[in-house]
């Protein structure tokens, strides 16, 4: 298998590494316009003493018409959120499938193209939305299918961390996330959030969200958000914030029989009172999430499958995240059905 990864920071050097784990002898190809050259390693640490093309045994291309003239496989598009579309555009009409990290794009405009592309080339195309893997989100989404927790009423779902920790490798005011220009802001940057409202509880009808820069960082996009989604089976109040210490990333769903509380960094699901079973992970580490959404892709190019994350599932929580941001802009509720 050859694939082509466009992108190598971060996220782009984690991609590759579990790749390669998961498919050793595969023929690795990259197209990245910055070419640093440092290691960012597993635990977000810079390793300059590494040179990430040799460490990675990368083939580097110097445009993305050379990189898809390699004839790969399979791209997995890790640039900055405001360029994903059209490395993705281009990659499908080469007839690659594809793996888009999350957003598929700052913007719905030419969202239709590519669906049309990948629907005429018969594509798969999977969404970098790792926390769809997290043994406790598993099973979270397994006890709301059988009912176990009953109706539920009412669930939040929190997100807390401070932007200059995220990165510690990268000064955070030059990242993606703080500049409008490259799709960032805390919505979009965040998108995992509405992801799982929706994949959990069921299409978005509407939003009403608040929030906005609210902190002193040196950003020129918001940071904190409070949105209300009304999805087809209940309410969901999702709470963001980049600029806020301790991070934090928790779901509570309070329904009719009982109450799950699921405290994602930590990998503890409890059910009160215990009408099913919790989950406690003693061991979990964070890259097992990352390497089973990928395992899930390349098990998908090889036998014809549907991803867990879905290009459908992709737009339609793009459309959710830009009524989120259309919403705390004007004031208003945005209807979406």
């Not at 989100?137 to 009423?153: C, D, F, K, T, Y």
């Not at 669930?155 to 490798?169: C, M, V």
């Not at 699921?262 to 059910?271: H, N």
């Amino acid at each position: 298998m050859r694939i082509l990864v466009v992108g190598l920071g971060a996220i782009g050097q984690r991609h590759a590494r579990n790749i390669q784990a998961l498919r050793p002898g595969v023929e690795l190809h990259a197209f990245r316009q910055r070419r640093l050259s440092h290691v960012v390693t597993d635990a977000l640490l810079r390793d300059d003493l590494r040179d990430v093309e040799a460490d990675l045994g990368v083939i580097p291309h110097e445009t993305l018409g050379a990189a898809l003239a390699a004839r790969p496989d399979a791209v997995v598009i890790c640039n900055p959120s405001a360029l994903h579309l059209g490395v993705a555009i281009e990659a499908a009409e080469a007839g690659c499938h594809l793996f888009i990290e999350k957003p598929v794009s700052h913007t719905a405009d030419g969202l239709h193209r590519l669906q049309r592309v990948v629907a005429r080339k018969r594509l798969i195309v999977a969404m970098g939305c790792q926390w769809r893997f997290h043994p406790c989100v598993v099973r979270l989404q397994e006890l709301l299918a059988r009912h176990a927790l009953g109706a539920p009423r009412k669930t939040e779902i929190h997100y807390a961390e401070y932007l200059p920790d995220w990165h510690p490798y990268e000064d955070y005011r030059t990242s993606y996330a703080a500049r409008s220009e490259m799709g960032g802001g805390v919505v979009l940057t965040q998108i995992h959030d509405y992801d799982l409202a929706w994949w959990l509880f069921g299409p978005v009808r509407s939003v009403s969200a608040s929030g906005g820069k609210l902190s002193d960082l040196e950003v020129d996009v918001e940071d904190t958000v409070q949105a209300d989604l009304e999805t087809t089976t209940g309410s969901v109040l999702i709470c963001q914030s980049m600029a806020t210490r301790p991070s934090r990333r928790s779901i509570r769903v309070d329904g009719s029989r009982a109450t799950a509380m699921l405290d994602l960094l930590g990998g503890q699901l409890s059910v009160d009172p215990p009408v099913a079973d919790g989950l406690v992970l003693q061991s979990f580490q964070r890259n097992e999430m990352f390497r089973a959404e990928m395992r899930d892709f390349l098990e998908c190019v090889e036998t014809g499958g549907i991803p867990r994350a879905s290009l459908a599932d992709g737009v339609a929580v793009l459309h959710v995240a830009l009524a989120v941001k259309e919403s705390m802009r004007t004031g208003r509720p945005v209807r979406l059905t």
